[in-house]
C-alpha cells in the first residue's frame, strides 16, 4: 500500500477518535442542555454503524478516484492516458456498485454485516 495512503488513512481514524473524544468531552462537561443536547445527538450519529461504513466507503471511493484526480492535474495532461485512466476508475467504481471486487466495501456488505451484527 502507498504510504501517502497509509498516512491518509491514520490521519482519518485520528480524526474520527478527536471528534469523538472532544464530543464526548463537551457532553460531560457541559451545564447548558442545548449544547449537551446536540453534542449526545452527533455523539451518537458519529458511533452509529451507518456513518462508520459510510465512512469506510467514501475513503474506497476517494481512493479509487485519487489517481485519476493526480492524472487530471499533472501539467503535461496525456489524453490518450487520462482517456484509459477514466475508462478504468469507472470500471473499478462499476465493481463496486456491482457488489466490490474483495478490495472495497460496498453497500451490500455493509447491509450483510449489520444483520450479521
Excluded: H
Excluded at 477518535?17 to 457532553?27: F, H, P
Amino acid at each position: 500500500m502507498d504510504r501517502s495512503i497509509r498516512v491518509y488513512q491514520s490521519c482519518a481514524w485520528a480524526s474520527l477518535e478527536a471528534i469523538l473524544s472532544g464530543l464526548q468531552e463537551v457532553n460531560d462537561s457541559t451545564v447548558e442542555t442545548k449544547v449537551k443536547a446536540t453534542a449526545s445527538g452527533l455523539l451518537k450519529k458519529v458511533k452509529c454503524f451507518d456513518f462508520i461504513a459510510s465512512l469506510i466507503f467514501i475513503k474506497n471511493i476517494t481512493l479509487k478516484t485519487k489517481f485519476l484526480r493526480d492524472s487530471l492535474q499533472r501539467e503535461e495532461l496525456n489524453i490518450i492516458e487520462a482517456l484509459e485512466m477514466t475508462k478504468a476508475t469507472i470500471t473499478s467504481l462499476e465493481k463496486i456498485k456491482k457488489g466490490g471486487d474483495g478490495n472495497d466495501f460496498p453497500d451490500n456488505s455493509c447491509n450483510r454485516i449489520r444483520k450479521e451484527a
